[in-house]
């Protein structure tokens, strides 16, 4: 699938430090790069555009499933047919890109999940086992690593599993669209650095996912 066909989006909160790497190094496998400056701080918008992609701003943080939802409404309205996303602070690698643009040619969400180290905070090992466990459970849906934000899906399906969570629950929130929607999803395998061990979901996130899963499931049916 020709790099044209790909829009990179990435929200980004005071990530000034990292963020010029990860755009440059992910131009080289996407057409378009948009960056989601949520409320930064710092330089992060300035190193955005100075390092090629396109910046959207939110005057104050609200929150990566915001931003996130923000960059793939535009990408959208732009007529991005397959969308990445993928984090600001390096964990991931965007040498990953074509490999989730080749799954996206039969499938309509590609999820991936952090290789088994010992390198992964032990709280989130176990707090992806329990998500991932009450995901299956709920919604018929079984992945190894509910909350790996590295995910790829095309645009029809983000119209489907547009979240409302502006936190890190709309990781979740976006599988149990999928279940509901019954979108073909495949899930494939990540080498991920971990920068920054305090970064990412908290014992206290993953208490509210698992909250509003059972929400969704028993009062919104998913919706």
């Known amino acids: 699938m020709e790099k044209g066909n790909i829009w990179a989006v990435i929200p980004a909160y005071n990530e000034e430090k990292s963020i010029a790497g990860i755009i440059r190094k992910t131009r080289q496998y996407a057409g378009t ?32 499933g915001a931003a996130l939802k923000t960059g793939c409404d535009y990408a959208v309205r732009k007529g991005a047919r397959r969308i990445v996303a993928l984090d600001a602070d390096a964990q991931h690698n ?25 390198k992964m905070p032990f709280v989130l090992r176990f707090g992806n086992w329990f998500i991932s466990n009450v995901v299956k459970a709920l919604y018929g849906i ?25 936190d890190y629950s709309m990781e979740s929130e976006m599988i149990t669209r999928a279940g509901k929607q019954r979108l073909k999803y495949v899930q494939i395998p990540i080498e991920t650095i971990y920068s920054d061990k305090y970064k990412g979901t908290t014992v206290i996130d993953g208490m509210k996912i698992v909250l509003n899963m059972f929400w969704w499931k028993l009062f919104k049916n998913g919706k």
Do not use: M
Not at 97 to 113: C, G, H, T
Not at 142 to 166: H, M, V
């Open 142 to 166: 079984s992945l190894n690593d509910t909350q790996c934000g590295f995910r790829a899906f095309s645009g029809e399906a983000y119209k489907k599993i547009r979240w409302n969570a502006p």
């Open 33 to 64: 790069v948009v960056v989601v400056n949520d409320g930064s701080k710092d330089k992060t918008k300035d190193a955005a555009e100075n390092a090629g992609a396109v910046v959207l701003t939110h005057v104050i943080n609200l929150g990566k």
């Open 94 to 118: 965007p040498e990953d890109i074509p490999r989730f643009a080749d799954k996206l040619k039969k499938y309509d969400i590609v999820f991936s999940y952090r290789k088994a180290s010992r």
